[in-house]
């Protein structure tokens, strides 16, 4: 009985779900960031230009720093987040200690800025967990250059830019043709373009939801509510501040960003807007999906108390039948008459069958 109890007690209550609660409303970015560092990172080097491409992992900090100077576009992607690595490329490639700061920084909400003639940006990479059904997130920090753009992210087994490696790879393509703005716009599209996987992801979701909640509404479609919600909540707050940073590279006069590359982050800062909209959708989804289930309950209930009102109105007349003739009065009208208990028994299931057909001609059940 009590590992019943228990087991629908955890479709109500689950503890895993605070922890969520607390990892996605827990925000503070006056608090120092304190973050596990790796035991290694690992700097991975696309050095190219429309003729020729060098790719090569490098085994130490030190060895990027010659790509500074390189003539061709250099794209230096760093996985994993140690301190003194970040701060030593950082310094090296004049990268000021504010954006170091927010490298360095957890949870930050997605920006863009220009400190000493570099573009920085930092925005989230998402991801659906299928196994959890929960949207993980990852942040990365770009830095726009003269000839160069290093990104650094935080997880080396995750990430949505092996496309772009591809591209890297082809003799002509157009990443190979252009500067290092338009890889710059190429890292950011491509991140862009991955939100609407995971919305669509959490679309699937949402309508399966839909149909369990139409066909048999339980405690249990209430919690998936309430976990899709917390996923709607950090989808949200990864994808809407996204637009603010888009513009502000579109507003920007820097001389790092030419004017023909301008027309694709147009493309990207509408295909943010879609994902905005999209993301407005699911969120009143969800509201829909929280009403739908308590129309469902509401109406379970009042069906049973349907059920309940019509057997007590059918048990009714045996119960005053029943009462009339079994008080305590020795004077009581065919008490003690052969055919009364016959009329009574016939009265008590009688009466009963008449209500049926009259409840059911004016189809109340």
């Known amino acids: 009985m009590f590992e019943q109890s228990k087991k629908y007690f955890s479709y109500i209550f689950n503890p895993m779900d605070l922890l969520r609660t607390k990892k996605v409303l827990q925000v503070n970015p006056t608090v120092e960031a304190i973050r596990v560092e790796p035991e290694e990172i690992k700097i991975f080097i696309y050095d190219y ?84 059904s929960a949207v993980e997130v990852e942040q990365i920090s770009i830095v726009l250059g003269k000839n160069f753009v290093i990104s650094f992210q935080e997880d080396a087994h995750k990430d949505v830019f092996n496309p772009l490696r591809e591209r890297l790879k082809v003799n002509g393509s157009k990443v190979r043709q252009n500067k290092a703005d338009y890889l710059f716009y190429s890292l950011i599209d491509m991140i862009v373009d991955n939100y609407f996987i995971v919305m669509e992801k959490l679309g699937e979701k949402i309508e399966g939801l839909e149909e369990d909640i139409v066909r048999n509404a339980n405690n249990r479609s209430l919690a998936k509510i309430n976990m899709l919600r917390k996923e709607m909540i950090v989808l949200k707050r990864s994808i809407a501040p996204v637009r603010e940073l888009v513009g502000g590279i579109l507003r920007t006069d ?92 016939f009265s008590m299931v009688g009466i009963p069958l008449l209500m049926i057909r009259i409840f059911r001609k004016r189809g109340w059940f």
């Open 49 to 132: 230009d429309a003729v020729s491409v060098e790719m090569k992992e490098l085994k130490n900090v030190p060895e990027c720093f010659n790509y500074l100077s390189s003539p061709k576009t250099t794209w230096m992607n760093v996985d994993g987040l140690r301190k003194t690595d970040v701060e030593k490329i950082c310094n090296h490639y004049g990268i000021h200690y504010l954006i170091t700061e927010d490298i360095l920084s957890i949870g930050q909400r997605p920006k863009m800025d220009e400190l000493d003639g570099l573009v920085f940006c930092l925005l989230n990479m998402m991801y659906f967990n299928a196994e959890t």
């Open 254 to 345: 820097n001389e790092l960003i030419e004017e023909r590359t301008e027309r694709y982050f147009k493309d990207v800062y509408d295909h943010i807007l879609q994902a905005n909209d999209l993301a407005e959708n699911y969120r009143d989804m969800m509201v829909n999906l929280q009403d739908l289930y308590l129309s469902n309950v509401n109406l379970k209930m009042n069906e049973v108390m349907k059920v309940m009102a019509v057997v007590t109105c059918l048990l009714a007349p045996a119960t005053v039948i029943g009462g009339i003739f079994g008080m305590n009065f020795e004077n009581i009208n065919w008490l003690h008459s052969k055919s009364t208990f016959i009329i009574a028994a």
